[in-house]
């Protein structure tokens, strides 16, 4: 799964609205869907926050891995 496939799900799991996200990473609605729609590729400070806002590692959320980790805790 790619990595845009993969933000989108953990929206929807989360029952989020892609402006709710885009607010989360200061970014507007416009350059989220474009995150999602792989149009726009993400930065990796975006993606870091995601997973540590969805609780999943980063490879679980880049489509590394399909298996679900929390994200690290110092």
Do not use: C, F
């Amino acid at each position: 799964m790619e990595y845009n496939e993969r933000i989108r799900n953990l929206r929807e799991d989360y029952n989020m609205t892609q402006q709710q996200i885009a607010d989360i990473l200061h970014v507007s609605q416009r350059t989220y869907s474009d995150y999602e729609s792989g149009r726009t590729r993400i930065p990796v400070d975006r993606i870091m926050i995601l997973a540590k806002y969805y609780d999943v590692s980063l490879d679980y959320i880049t489509g590394a891995s399909d298996i679900l980790y929390g994200y690290p805790n110092e």
